[in-house]
């Protein structure tokens, strides 16, 4: 039996040798337990463990992981497009493409956007009613995976406020109407 007063043999019984013991047991377990843990994958911890799926985190905040898509210079509705697409816009409408990576762009839209859900159609992916992060408006962005090119589109899909304090006539004017359903200008629509 071994009891704080008696030492075990072979063990000397100042105290500064009894910790010398301590620390050299104790140096040996850490040494041993360190080295078996970087040898098998599965004693690693799950941050550190690489996934052929998942890409690499940036090292800081301020840095892009590697084979991120760069921001553009050319903006429609406060969306700033990657390098690399060429952007064409409509007042409603802007349509992006170029030959960049389907997953990159489509990283790079989710981390720009706030979107409720996704839904996936074929070779399209579509951010309904979703709101580009520091503008206000509701708007649908369509990614479209293509062979070589890849495709970007962001629709308006924000209603213009009511006018309020116009009379029945004016309100079917605005429309190009007169109050009875008939055209104002018939000639206009040819």
């Given amino acids: 039996m071994f009891n704080a007063t008696s030492t075990p043999r072979g063990v000397p019984a100042t105290s500064s040798a009894r910790r010398a013991v301590v ?13 078996c843990s970087k040898s098998h994958p599965e004693h690693q911890p ?61 990283d790079y839209v989710k981390a720009r956007i706030s979107a409720r859900h996704a839904e996936m159609f074929g070779p399209r992916l579509v951010f309904p009613h979703a709101a580009i992060l520091g503008h206000s408006g509701d708007f649908t962005l369509t990614l479209i995976e293509g062979k070589r090119e890849q495709v ?25 109407l007169k109050p009875n359903g008939e055209l104002i200008d018939p000639k206009g629509m040819e």
């Avoid at 009379?167 to 079917?172: D, G, I, K, T, V």
């Fill in 46 to 106: 799950e941050a550190t463990k690489a996934s052929p799926r998942t890409a690499p985190r940036a090292l800081s905040p301020d840095r892009l992981p590697p084979d991120a898509l760069l921001e553009g210079e050319q903006e429609a509705f406060g969306f700033r497009f990657p390098q690399g697409m060429t952007v064409s816009k409509l007042r409603k409408q802007a349509r992006a493409e170029g030959e960049v990576n389907f997953d990159q762009l489509v």
């Fill in 23 to 35: 620390r050299a047991c104790l140096l040996l377990v850490t040494v041993v337990s360190g080295g």
């Fill in 152 to 176: 970007l589109l962001i629709e308006d899909e924000s209603r213009s406020p009511a006018t309020v304090g116009l009379s029945e006539a004016e309100r079917w004017k605005r429309v190009g």
